[in-house]
T-cell receptor, first 114, second 109 residues
Framework: DGGITQSPKYLFRKEGQNVTLSCEQNLNHDAMYWYRQDPGQGLRLIYYSQIVNDFQKGDIAEGYSVSREKKESFPLTVTSAQKNPTAFYLC?????????????FGSGTRLTVV | QKEVEQNSGPLSVPEGAIASLNCTYSDRGSQSFFWYRQYSGKSPELIMFIYSNGDKEDGRFTAQLNKASQYVSLLIRDSQPSDSATYLCAVKGSYIPTFGRGTSLIVHP
């Protein structure tokens, strides 16, 4: 079955440490996205990518980095510059076609600073 | 700044009733409108989308869009306890959608 796989499900980060969240999809979707969700908050866009080797900053990109070397993969690195990284991170993908398709989400990664 | 507003709730309805969830948006150029359901601790799941003014029905769900008044709503008929979740409204203009904060729905037996 096609879908989006995020790993790990839970991740603990020490102060000053970089961590990478994995996102892999086999839906053949061109566009991929990273969102952050905090309790009681909506989804906030971190980065998105419409094609391989290209990505754009979202509303809260500071302290995060991404790469898009393959169509199937869009990993997110949470760097030590992100001062408040504890949150639920969601990866999503969508079919090409401007404005007319919704998202398929992965199951999420819950990141906690220890 | 594009805004999407939802009442955070919780909206509490008895089993079998109609649940009505509302969403207003600020960008008049918005073209596509989506409803996602998110169970506690889980990721959102797309349940409805609508592009044209009027109603769109899918099973127990009906999405209603009024572009002139800039609101979109979701009706859930014959509500079940399994419908208890947070419902996120997403509004899309040119490319990236803007999400509301969601409305928590509780369906009690």
């Amino acid at each position: 079955d096609g879908g989006i796989t995020q790993s790990p499900k839970y991740l603990f980060r020490k102060e000053g440490q970089n961590v990478t969240l994995s996102c892999e999809q086999n839906l053949n979707h061109d566009a991929m996205y990273w969102y952050r969700q905090d309790p009681g908050q909506g989804l906030r866009l971190i980065y998105y990518s419409q094609i391989v080797n290209d990505f754009q900053k979202g509303d809260i990109a500071e302290g995060y980095s991404v790469s898009r070397e393959k169509k199937e993969s869009f990993p997110l690195t949470v760097t030590s510059a992100q001062k408040n990284p504890t949150a639920f991170y969601l990866c999503a993908s969508s079919r090409p076609g401007q404005g007319i398709y919704g998202y398929t989400f992965g199951s999420g990664t819950r990141l906690t600073v220890v | 700044q594009k805004e999407v507003e939802q009442n955070s709730g919780p909206l509490s309805v008895p089993e079998g009733a109609i649940a009505s969830l509302n969403c207003t948006y600020s960008d008049r150029g918005s073209q596509s409108f989506f409803w996602y359901r998110q169970y506690s601790g889980k990721s959102p799941e797309l349940i409805m989308f609508i592009y044209s003014n009027g109603d769109k029905e899918d099973g127990r769900f009906t999405a209603q869009l009024n572009k002139a008044s800039q609101y979109v709503s979701l009706l859930i008929r014959d509500s079940q306890p399994s419908d208890s979740a947070t419902y996120l409204c997403a509004v899309k203009g040119s490319y990236i959608p803007t999400f509301g904060r969601g409305t928590s729905l509780i369906v009690h037996p």
